[in-house]
């Protein structure tokens, strides 16, 4: 045992981690302003879609007859991009997680179109996948040819970290998430040198977000305060019931995936996916369409005004508007709209009992939901714990620990080994 801890691996020298810094904190900042702009367009064509265009023809915005049109075409407009654009826009996003291979330079252009239009028209996905996507592509292809001798390796990871960093406005996010990933795995040196360059290009992609726009996980939602002894059981009961109701989408998804698929074209799949959420829209309301944040905010601003049948009403029309989302081709992520469904479940349970606190009810459905759709450990306990506490000192933390960190990788701990030496 002593001898295993004395010959454990050195960790990596500053003058092997400094390098990495400007590339990471390069691809951070170009990552965040990808997302940025695609959120900024994503929400110009929003407006025109879901305001200009009906009060210019006299239809109420959120009408059944408006959600049946705006969702189908989406669906056609998406289904032609799919169809026509080189790559496909990409692979279908039922197959992807948090993380995908570097596509071709000339697949972008669509995979960001497509993302584009079913943010702006109102299926219930995120922005994630696909500017994950995006983000992974150009930062392997600029890479490569600017600094040729980096490994391959390194691009994808970085823009990851950095798209996540900013998507979740903590850096935090994603060294946990890839720290997650890397469990089981060999690697060279501490856990830190490993995370140092992905932590950076993250807090660089969080810090630029912040900056540039409001973060986007700041929901608003009350303060908690100290915990009281009811909300240990509550929580004990949401997170649970939230992660069933997960589970029951999952277990659905192959089968919903499947009878889309058996459609055999993405001009019948994803029109017909557009038209079915057009009908759940028209079920559950105008909070139940995009991808979920902004209606979260909502939802939570006046949490008495909606009875616990109609909370729970929404959570599940949601659900359902996800697994359609996501089984009939359209290009985005599962997490966001999964945080409305978790919310919708911690208020209804707030709604049924008054003594359980709105915040831990909320942070629980949250975790519960996420833990179910993502198998994220980590970034479900984030996402849930960051909805009631503002990220943005964790940015500047993690902003601070990189230069410290320089300071003390490959120098000796404060531990000796059996025969009197310092371990490194």
Known sequence: MAQDTAQQTPAAPARALLPLLLPALAVGVGSSLVFLLVSRLAEELQRVLWQNLPDALGIGRYSVVWMLVVLTATGVLVGLVVWKA???????????????????????????????????????????????????????????????????????????????????????????????????????????????????????????????????????????????WTDLPAVLVIAPAAALLGLAAVYAFPYVHRAFARLGHPMLALPAGGLVLGLLGALGGPLTLFKGLSEVAELVRDPESRTAGQLAAMAVVKLAALLVAASCGFRGGRIFPSVFVGAALGLTAHALVPAVSLAPAVAAGVLGMLLAVTRQGWLSLLTAAILVSPPTVLALLCIASLPAWLLVTGRPQMQLSQDGRAIR
């Not at 570097?102 to 252009?109: F, N, Q, S």
């Open 86 to 228: 080189p790559g496909h826009a990409g692979p279908d996003p039922a197959t992807l997680g948090l993380t995908a291979a570097p596509l071709r330079p000339a697949v972008l252009p669509g995979l960001l179109v497509a993302a584009m239009l079913m943010l702006a028209g109102g299926p219930s996905l995120g922005p994630e996948s696909p500017v994950i996507m995006a983000n992974a592509a150009l930062a392997f292809w600029l890479g490569r040819r600017l600094l040729p001798r980096r490994p391959d390796t390194l691009w994808p990871v970085l823009a990851e970290a950095a798209t996540i960093g900013a998507l979740f406005g903590t850096p935090v996010a994603a060294a946990l998430v890839l720290s997650e990933a890397l469990t089981g795995r060999p690697m060279k040196g501490a856990l830190w040198d490993n995370l140092f360059a992905p932590l950076a290009a993250g807090a660089a992609g969080a810090t630029t977000t912040a900056l540039v726009a409001r973060p986007t996980f700041a929901l608003g939602l009350p303060r908690s305060g100290h915990p009281r």
